[in-house]
T-cell receptor
Framework: DVKVTQSSRYLVKRTGEKVFLECVQD?????MFWYRQDPGLGLRLIYF???????EKGDIPEGYSVSREKKERFSLILESASTNQTSMYLC???????????FGPGTRLTVL | AQSVTQLGSHVSVSEGALVLLRCNYS??????LFWYVQYPNQGLQLLLK??????LVKGINGFEAEFKKSETSFHLTKPSAHMRDAAEYFC???????????????FGTGTLLAVQP
């Protein structure tokens, strides 16, 4: 069974902290994605990666960075967390644009 | 810019009734289209997808959607709602440009489906 796992389901951090969200997929997919999900706004793409060490900005990259050192792992980094980054973060992986994107269960991040 | 619009953020139906969730897209080049479902406290999972083959697409759990180019629509239907269908549904478009696929998805804002007993 295909699987995308995220390091935490719930996370509480303080303003200014550096936050790491980890995502691992076991399907050998080329593409990996980070989205944030907010009520009434749907899912918005933060960053995606189409190969190891390759990344591209999505629609809302400000305040975030990413790292992909290995094919199966894609990390989202909040350099200095702010309260407006309180959200649900979803990781996904997929082969190409016609392929299904497989989603992890999400990390609900609260920044106090 | 290519986009997708879901009409109705909340839809309520009775158990056994028809489910119709609306999705319209804007794209000058016919895109790939997807419907995903999110059950409470879970990630998204694919219901069905259109990738320029048959215009009527059948998915899991009895759902289907029809691609209508003239109406730029991809509405999701199910003949008879079940309590377990209560979830949030997202329409998504994989934008195409004249160079080909872009490997990204643009999501609608979601429709929360409630099923009344």
């Amino acid at each position: 069974d295909v699987k995308v796992t995220q390091s935490s389901r719930y996370l509480v951090k303080r303003t200014g902290e550096k936050v790491f969200l980890e995502c691992v997929q076991d399907m050998d997919h080329e593409n990996m994605f980070w989205y944030r999900q907010d009520p009434g706004l749907g899912l918005r793409l933060i960053y995606f990666s189409y190969d190891v060490k390759m990344k591209e900005k999505g629609d809302i990259p400000e305040g975030y960075s990413v790292s992909r050192e290995k094919k199966e792992r894609f990390s989202l980094i909040l350099e200095s967390a702010s309260t407006n980054q309180t959200s649900m973060y979803l990781c996904a992986s997929g082969e190409d644009s016609t392929d299904t994107q497989y989603f992890g269960p999400g990390t609900r991040l609260t920044v106090l | 810019a290519q986009s997708v619009t879901q009409l109705g953020s909340h839809v309520s139906v009775s158990e056994g009734a028809l489910v119709l969730l609306r999705c319209n897209y804007s794209s000058s080049v016919p895109p790939y289209l997807f419907w995903y479902v999110q059950y409470p406290n879970q990630g998204l999972q694919l219901l069905l997808k259109y990738t320029s083959a048959a215009t009527l697409v059948k998915g899991i759990n009895g759902f289907e959607a029809e691609f209508k180019k003239s109406e730029t629509s991809f509405h999701l239907t199910k003949p008879s709602a079940h309590m377990r269908d209560a979830a949030e549904y997202f329409c998504a478009v994989s934008p195409m440009n004249y160079g080909g696929a872009t490997n990204k998805l643009i999501f609608g804002t979601g429709t929360l489906l409630a099923v009344q007993p």
